[in-house]
């Protein structure tokens, strides 16, 4: 049985074993408190989202203009949208219709970074603001310098297109040098690239072909990096898929395949833990994990969504946003509606109210709610000070003990002592056992089942993340007539609780 704390850092060293006496009830019972020296997923998975290089920058900023562009080029921006939706007559319609194809076809005239530039040169209206009047309007959950002096309008874009958005601003964060570009291109290259939450896969797989076309408009000259990509991924049947799962991976190999012999660069796209067929496996040289939505790309985002100028009150609004992790943890439906927000203010803090709401724990039980003896206490106690130590920025990750191995009989309290933990760091529990996986038969659908929950974990960070009969996952050397599915099992468990 054992429980562990879902962090965002790298492994701790070794700690030797602590065998304690622990009572919940008043009745002595044993328990054992081992802290383990392993994180229980990959630590670069676990890696805190950090801020963008000057280099990723350089190409996140314009590729986030060209998508925005691109979209206002075929629906506008908010006030264009609500403007046009007023009554006209046939002839007054076919008229405008006219008149904005012959400014579209003058405009693709212009090269498409100049476009793209052209819309963000508007003066703020804080420059002509008193100091007084920039936190009045703050206030007002109104962004002075996002919005144009003449008019106050800050040229909101009619429902962005998040999910575009999102992939290509965390892909451009993977690409701090040239060296890194120069990997990703390279003839007949394959790129693992892991996306952290398995529910983004298909969202990711589709947005990189049109990122990656992005790219290649960006380069000077248009074409000479980005090109003669193989996009694919490791799929799932869905509910209307008339395939198989076995049928969707054949699908995946083959074209793998073709991709390699045709000497096409493969960027294959999967979960973490997702494997890559044999003829993947021989020319991939390197494995990319997609940084998570962070605080400075929402920033980077918003430059482009809701701001005529290139500017908004960037630590007013790095105030207002949640903290990475709990901005990871927000699901990407909940990110796309506070996007729908009229100004930066009050997307940062629509998108702070949802983390809030998520992390409520109304009536969680506490470690002050239960009774430990004192040898107890004294570590777990100590293990939740860490937590908020690293919480505050006054601990490193590598001093925080990651993992807790708990053991002892039926009812004596182990799963309450993990419920208390998740209750006193103020994070979720995501519990789940041997039997809850097994149940889905498969080896692969319960592997599958077992991946989602430490997903979730860490999609929830800091968490406690809680698994029970871990006693039923019996040796792999263990011979009998299940050995087989017992050794991918294993080995399915181990890839998820042990770093790399």
């Not at 006030?79 to 319609?93: A, L, M, P, R, Y």
Request: aromatic share 6%; hydrophobic share 40%.
């Amino acid at each position: 049985m054992r429980w562990s704390l879902a962090g965002t850092h790298p492994p701790l060293p070794k700690q030797p074993k602590v065998t304690i006496d622990a009572s919940l009830t008043g009745r002595p019972s044993p328990l054992s408190l081992t802290p383990r020296s392993r994180n229980m997923t990959s630590s670069s998975l676990n890696a805190r989202a950090s801020a963008p290089t000057q280099h990723a920058l350089s190409i996140m900023r314009p590729l986030l203009r060209q998508i925005a562009l691109w979209q206002r080029e075929r629906h506008g921006t908010a006030k264009d949208v609500n403007e046009n939706s007023c009554d006209f007559d046939d002839t007054e319609i076919e008229e405008t219709k006219r008149e904005t194809a012959s400014a579209r076809v003058d405009a693709l005239a212009v090269p498409v970074k100049e476009r793209a530039d052209a819309f963000f040169k508007a003066k703020t209206a804080a420059s002509r603001m008193s100091q007084a009047e920039i936190a009045e309007w703050l206030q007002a959950r109104e962004d002075p310098w996002a919005a144009e002096a003449d008019t106050f309008d800050n040229g909101q874009l009619y429902r962005p297109h998040i999910r575009f958005l999102t992939s290509a601003a965390r892909f451009a964060a993977l690409l701090n040098s040239p060296e890194d570009i120069e990997r990703i291109n390279r003839r007949r290259s394959c790129t693992h690239l892991i996306v952290p939450i398995a529910d983004q896969i298909s969202t990711v797989a589709t947005a990189m072909d049109f990122v990656l076309e992005w790219l290649e408009d960006q380069e000077e000259p248009v074409g000479s990096t980005w090109r003669n990509f193989h996009i694919t991924t490791d799929h799932t049947p869905s509910a209307k898929s008339r395939l198989s799962s076995r049928e969707l991976q054949k699908d995946y190999s083959e074209s793998m395949a073709a991709a390699v012999r045709e000497g096409r660069k493969i960027i294959a796209v999967t979960a973490f833990g997702g494997s890559l067929p044999g003829v993947a496996r021989a020319v991939c040289e390197q494995a990319l994990v997609l940084p998570p939505l962070s605080r400075e790309l929402c920033i980077e985002i918003l430059r482009v969504t809701h701001t005529k100028t290139g500017q908004l009150a960037e630590e007013f609004i790095l105030d207002l946003l949640p903290e990475d992790p709990d901005l990871t943890g927000l699901p990407l439906e909940v990110v796309e509606g506070a996007f729908q927000e009229g100004t930066t203010v009050r997307v940062a803090k629509a998108l702070a109210c949802a983390a809030n709401r998520l992390r409520m724990l109304p009536g969680a039980t506490t470690l002050d709610d239960i009774v430990l003896n004192e040898s107890v206490a004294t570590p777990v106690n100590q293990l939740v000070d860490d937590i908020r130590d690293w919480q505050a920025g006054r601990l490193t990750w590598k001093d925080v003990s990651s993992s807790i191995l708990l053991y002892g009989p039926p009812g004596n309290g182990k799963t309450l002592l993990a419920t208390a933990l998740a209750g006193s760091i103020g994070g979720p529990l995501v519990a789940t056992s041997y039997s809850d996986c097994q149940q889905h038969g498969h080896q692969g659908d319960m592997l599958k089942a077992l991946s989602r929950k430490v997903e979730e974990a860490v999609r929830l960070a800091p968490s406690v993340f809680f698994l029970d009969e871990l006693d039923s996952f019996t040796p792999r050397d263990k011979p009998g007539r299940s050995s087989d599915y017992i050794v991918g099992v294993v080995n399915g468990l181990l890839e998820l609780i042990l770093p790399h």
